[in-house]
Protein backbone atom coordinates (compact mmCIF):
# COMPACT_ATOMS: atom_id res chain seq x y z
CA UNK A 1 0.00 0.00 0.00
CA UNK A 2 1.32 3.19 -0.82
CA UNK A 3 0.92 6.73 1.08
CA UNK A 4 0.84 9.89 -0.91
CA UNK A 5 2.80 12.67 0.85
CA UNK A 6 1.70 15.56 0.88
CA UNK A 7 3.91 18.62 1.61
CA UNK A 8 2.49 21.62 3.38
CA UNK A 9 4.10 24.95 2.53
CA UNK A 10 4.40 26.89 6.16
CA UNK A 11 1.82 29.58 6.81
CA UNK A 12 3.37 32.94 6.70
CA UNK A 13 2.82 34.50 10.24
CA UNK A 14 3.29 38.00 11.34
CA UNK A 15 3.69 39.63 14.90
CA UNK A 16 1.10 42.31 16.13
CA UNK A 17 1.49 44.52 18.54
CA UNK A 18 -1.62 45.91 20.57
CA UNK A 19 -1.54 48.87 21.91
CA UNK A 20 -4.24 50.10 25.07
CA UNK A 21 -3.95 53.38 24.99
CA UNK A 22 -5.81 54.09 28.15
CA UNK A 23 -2.97 51.85 30.18
CA UNK A 24 -0.11 52.37 27.72
CA UNK A 25 0.24 48.07 28.45
CA UNK A 26 1.07 46.34 24.94
CA UNK A 27 0.29 42.79 23.70
CA UNK A 28 2.21 40.83 20.92
CA UNK A 29 0.25 38.38 18.63
CA UNK A 30 1.89 36.04 16.07
CA UNK A 31 -0.85 35.59 13.80
CA UNK A 32 -0.66 33.79 10.05
CA UNK A 33 -1.38 36.73 7.12
CA UNK A 34 -4.78 35.09 6.60
CA UNK A 35 -6.11 35.15 10.15
CA UNK A 36 -9.27 37.26 10.51
CA UNK A 37 -8.21 40.20 12.87
CA UNK A 38 -11.31 39.80 14.61
CA UNK A 39 -10.17 36.86 15.60
CA UNK A 40 -7.03 38.89 17.66
CA UNK A 41 -9.54 41.73 18.42
CA UNK A 42 -11.68 39.01 20.26
CA UNK A 43 -8.81 37.05 22.08
CA UNK A 44 -7.53 41.07 23.34
CA UNK A 45 -10.87 41.71 24.93
CA UNK A 46 -11.53 38.07 26.15
CA UNK A 47 -7.70 38.77 27.99
CA UNK A 48 -7.89 42.30 29.13
CA UNK A 49 -11.93 41.21 30.06
CA UNK A 50 -13.39 43.94 28.18
CA UNK A 51 -16.33 44.18 25.66
CA UNK A 52 -15.61 43.82 22.29
CA UNK A 53 -18.40 46.28 21.55
CA UNK A 54 -17.26 48.87 23.29
CA UNK A 55 -14.14 49.13 21.45
CA UNK A 56 -12.67 50.79 18.31
CA UNK A 57 -9.23 48.57 16.87
CA UNK A 58 -6.72 50.85 14.56
CA UNK A 59 -4.99 48.87 12.23
CA UNK A 60 -2.69 51.24 9.82
CA UNK A 61 -4.48 54.28 10.88
CA UNK A 62 -7.74 53.92 10.40
CA UNK A 63 -10.48 51.71 11.67
CA UNK A 64 -11.31 48.50 9.36
CA UNK A 65 -13.57 46.08 8.82
CA UNK A 66 -13.09 42.59 11.31
CA UNK A 67 -13.01 40.89 8.12
CA UNK A 68 -9.79 42.21 7.08
CA UNK A 69 -7.10 39.52 7.16
CA UNK A 70 -2.88 40.70 8.85
Given amino acids: MMRSKRCRAPQEKITLKVTNLEDEGKDVYEI ?20 YTTLSFIFNGSAGPNEDTA
Fill in 32 to 51: GVHVHLERLMLDYCQRRNLD
